[in-house]
């Protein structure tokens, strides 16, 4: 088998957290008197950093404001999701399966680094994955491939020889852009809204099997 690595996204794929985020984001809204619905939240907003999606509900946020806003609902987030944290079904299965067959794995996602601690750490999921890149590791969001490209190069392998599991339009299309095959998780979509080279519900949907032939 040729050297290969999956990357993962974290909100989505990690987890299925797409409802809570969307709870947060809704709480905040309101508190700050801004427009948003769940059409928005899909198909503009989910994938990207922070400081884009303030920006995207409130056009002429300050940096200062963008700082509390964002802070604020990643605060919120993780007291919402707290009692329910769990990771996707079938996903420490992948990963065993992926130590097994020595295949490197790395998370490139658009969360702030308290949400990854409090994911990955809370989940005791940290010695699988080689890399964890968050918000602080690039400059432009998906779909942007900035943090895909950053992803292989941290494992040491061209974007061809890499995997990369998704959930957000955004994410998939910054997947593509990076050169990789990408599987989709239709968490935070329907799977007639994705476009990718496999979509799945969930990982028990997959072996590790299938997901060398789809590199190789």
């Not at 940096?63 to 802070?71: A, H, P």
């Not at 601690?117 to 690039?138: A, C, E, P, W």
């Not at 895909?148 to 998704?166: I, M, P, S, T, W």
Request: net charge neutral; with cysteine; glycine share 6%.
């Amino acid at each position: 088998m040729k050297k290969i690595g999956f990357i993962f996204d974290m909100d989505g794929v990690i987890v299925d957290n797409h409802l809570f985020h969307y709870q947060a984001w809704e709480a905040l809204a309101k508190t700050y008197h801004l427009n948003l619905d769940s059409n928005d939240y899909r198909n503009h907003i989910n994938g990207r950093t922070i400081g884009e999606i303030v920006k995207y509900i409130k056009k002429d946020a300050t940096e200062k404001e963008i700082k509390k806003i964002g802070t604020e609902k990643e605060a919120l987030y993780r007291k919402i999701y707290q009692p329910f944290l769990s990771p996707t079904k079938g996903l420490i299965s992948l990963l065993n399966a992926a130590n097994k067959h020595e295949i490197p794995m790395c998370i490139g996602t658009s969360a702030p680094k308290e949400n990854v601690h409090f994911t990955i750490n809370g989940l005791g999921l940290s010695h699988y994955f080689h890399t964890i890149l968050d918000d602080r590791s690039v400059t432009k969001g998906k779909p942007n491939p900035e943090i895909y490209l950053k992803c292989a190069n941290a494992l040491g392998l061209r974007n061809d020889q890499c995997l990369v599991f998704e959930d957000a339009i955004s994410g998939i299309k910054a997947g593509n852009l990076a050169g990789s095959k990408v599987v989709a998780l239709a968490t935070s979509h329907l799977r007639s809204e994705l476009s990718a080279d496999l979509i799945i519900d969930d990982f028990t949907q997959v072996t590790i099997a299938q997901l060398v032939n789809l590199i190789n």
